[in-house]
């Protein structure tokens, strides 16, 4: 398993993530790809939420949800582009999902 370099600025409850064992309220893990569960005590891959389809971006901008990000190591923030995403064809964001570039 691959350490994260980032975590989304915002708790994956934001983004409606789950755990996908117990549907219960999940942290980033330490590790890529993965969320970490305090009642099932272990690293799983979660419910993906907004994650899961095609993420209507713009929709996620009104209602206040960011996609910004901070790096672990300079604790710096990495502003998500919103312009940069082609909302014509609703590409989505899903190659970066949950701390995997
Ligand atoms: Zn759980």
Redesign the pocket.
């Known amino acids: 398993m691959k350490r994260r370099e980032w975590v989304y600025v915002m708790s994956p409850s934001a983004y409606e993530m789950s755990?996908d064992?117990?549907n219960?309220e999940v942290e980033w893990s330490e590790f890529q790809g993965l969320v970490w569960?305090w009642?099932?005590l272990k690293d799983t891959r979660g419910n993906p939420g907004v994650f899961g389809g095609p993420i209507g971006i713009e929709a996620c901008r009104l209602l206040g949800i960011s996609f910004d990000r901070i790096h672990l190591k300079t604790g710096k923030r990495i502003k998500y582009n919103f312009h940069k995403t082609d909302l014509n064809t609703g590409e989505s964001i899903k190659y970066n999902l949950k701390g995997v570039e």
Do not use: D, I, S
């Open positions: 755990c064992l117990c219960g569960c009642r099932c």
